[in-house]
């Protein structure tokens, strides 16, 4: 194992975890394990306090995982003006470049996956890409930026959207992160409002895997924008078309955006998958 550094396209620098051996997967996932009460908090939400580490002892016996914690590393460097599509792919390829690979596959989970899709029509040196709960079509984008722009809003004054009534786990949520943290998404996906992801499946040529629970279904009060984000409809309703455009579709039966996510939900989708591709490759 080896720790490497990237420079990204703010000037901010990340660390990258490399391990293993064969062909290049890059995990943008905490290596590092939450202890205490980060760990009890995650716990709470039904999260592995682990995720990123029993991602990574997952595959890092077939494959030379590239695990760097890029989520981790926005919430604590904000790029309030600058997280757009083409800024998120110049530090992806960074953190590639930093550890030496050419040629890589990329898995994402949620907004992270949001980022597979426009990494995957921005570079040519992917052998494969996995999308988890972030549908390839149909995606999204209206529904959060309404989201994040609400949530925007509340950091910038979060008396005045304080809520009256707690209809679900969000409404109860204290807001806890800054004006700057909460507007690099908001800038993400206003950047991505005439995205079409549709007209960009012919630029898509390596092989790729779509998965979500079918249960990844999350309806926001008016506090939060008064949508519904349905993740799991697109691979569920749509899964002809998505074969058409080259996809492999997992349904993950009875799993919600959360559990999904697990290493030992996960893992049982992306590892065969991968196993399978590097040995077509």
Not at 73 to 97: F, K, S, Y
Not at 150 to 178: F, G, L, Q, R
Not at 235 to 246: Q, V
Request: glycine share 6%; with cysteine.
């Amino acid at each position: 194992m080896k720790t490497v550094t990237a420079i990204l396209h703010d000037g901010s620098k990340i660390e990258a975890e490399v391990s293993g051996s064969g062909l290049a997967v890059l995990l943008p996932v905490n290596p590092v394990s939450f202890q205490g009460k980060e760990a009890e908090e995650k716990q709470k939400w039904g999260v592995d306090p682990a995720l990123g580490r029993h991602l990574i002892e997952g595959l890092n016996d077939k494959f030379t995982v590239v695990a760097f914690d890029y989520e981790g590393h926005r919430m604590a460097h904000p790029a309030p003006e600058t997280l757009t599509p083409d800024n998120i792919t110049q530090d992806i390829l960074a953190v590639a470049g930093a550890a030496g690979v050419k040629k890589f596959a990329y898995y994402g989970y949620s907004w992270l996956a949001l980022c597979a899709l426009q990494l995957g029509i921005r570079t040519d040196r992917l052998w494969a890409l996995v999308m988890g709960a972030y549908p390839p079509i149909d995606g999204p984008y209206k529904g959060m930026l309404a989201v994040t722009k609400a949530t925007y809003e509340m950091a910038v004054n979060p008396e005045a959207t304080s809520p009256k009534d707690h209809d679900n786990i969000w409404d109860a949520a204290d807001m806890t992160i800054s004006a700057d943290q909460t507007k690099q998404f908001f800038t993400l996906y206003t950047a991505l409002q005439d995205f079409d992801d549709r007209v960009i499946q012919a630029k898509l040529s390596c092989p790729r895997l779509c998965f979500a629970g079918s249960n990844d279904k999350q309806e926001y009060s008016e506090r939060w924008g008064g949508v519904t984000v349905d993740m799991a409809a697109p691979l569920i309703e749509k899964a002809n078309e998505l074969k058409k455009y080259s996809w492999d579709v997992k349904v993950l039966e009875g799993l919600d955006h959360i559990s999904a996510m697990q290493p030992a939900n996960a893992l049982k989708v992306i590892r065969p998958w991968l196993i399978a591709k590097s040995e077509e490759d």
